[in-house]
């Protein structure tokens, strides 16, 4: 008997399934050519980048603690049969070896779970708002006021101390009523090869929406974001790439736009929910 669509777009989506996208997307990325020479015989990327995924999807407290756990043979066997990681390498190796990795590389195995997702009609449930919301925001990563690399931002203090670290600015399909978010591929907040000024979140943000809407043309996307992207300039570049958008604004920094609202007679609608109530203010036109 022949298996149905369902069947096999339930195996495609199961964990086993993605694993098998992300290990196919990650075998055609090239060995680092930058950096240290890699040596014959040594620890491939691809083992280095399905041990990473492993760690993360194991919620490993640390590579130390992954490195460690690697020695029972239980998660052993798991990361050959079930991530394909032939020789495990030790947290020192990962580090060295991902760390000449370009983010960019990434990508592909993003978009090709996301468009695993879209076939098996998963993505349908997360429909909102007559496409889908994404929520986006960026986050630090690292800092160290001792190890630092070319590429890190530097922040200087009064005293003297310089602290070194890196961001990420992050994208998810969010569902209000899901807990399941879908990631996409986020965008790197650091310092470009002969750059002397510190990047910046709304930097990343132009790059991650520029990037989003070349790999997906036509998919209707709500952005959410905080207050710090509420201006003109990334506004009009969000409305020009045919985004929608729910921003916070605050009065210290939209003060023309709370002068202008006040002046004006705005909609109410009131939401109960449980014990709590929530009462909203709105207009229904472009500004």
């Keep these: 008997m022949k298996r149905g669509p369902q069947k096999r777009e339930d195996k495609l989506l199961s964990k086993k399934g993605l694993l098998a996208t992300i290990q196919a997307s990650f075998g055609k990325i090239s060995e680092p ?21 492993a760690m993360f999807n194991l919620k490993s407290a640390s590579l130390l603690a992954f490195d460690q756990a690697t020695k029972e043979e239980p998660l052993s ?12 390498p030790c947290d020192t190796h ?41 929520a986006i925001d960026g986050t630090g990563i690292f800092d160290s006021e001792s190890v ?29 009523n899901k807990a399941q978010v879908i990631p996409l591929c986020p965008e790197p907040i650091y310092k470009q090869d002969g750059i002397e000024k510190n990047d910046c979140e709304t930097n ?5 929406l ?26 009009n570049r969000l409305t020009a ?3 929608d958008y729910i ?14 609202i006040h002046g004006i007679n705005l909609n109410e609608a009131k939401v109960i929910d449980g014990k709590n109530i929530y009462n909203f203010r709105y207009i229904n036109r472009s500004l």
């Design 33 to 53: 050519k930058t950096g240290r020479r890699r040596q014959t015989g040594m620890i491939s990327l691809f083992d280095c980048l399905m041990s990473a995924v």
């Design 77 to 88: 066997q798991n990361l050959q049969i079930l991530y394909g990681v032939e020789h495990v």
């Design 94 to 134: 990962v580090r060295e070896v991902l760390d000449e990795v370009d983010p960019k590389v990434l990508r592909p195995s993003y978009l090709a779970i996301f468009n695993q997702l879209q076939r098996g009609n998963f993505l349908e449930q997360y429909k909102f708002l007559g496409g889908y919301l994404m």
């Design 148 to 176: 630092h690399c070319k590429n890190c931002c530097e922040k200087h203090h009064r005293d003297g101390r310089v602290t070194y670290y890196h961001q990420i600015l992050a994208g998810s399909i969010v569902h209000p």
């Design 204 to 208: 990343a943000a132009n790059r991650f």
């Design 210 to 235: 520029d990037d989003l809407r070349q790999e997906h043309p036509r998919l209707m996307l709500t952005c959410t974001f905080d207050a710090l992207f509420a201006n003109a300039p990334f506004i």
């Design 241 to 243: 790439r045919g985004f």
């Design 247 to 260: 921003m916070v604004a605050k009065p210290g920094n939209n003060q023309s736009l709370f002068e202008w």
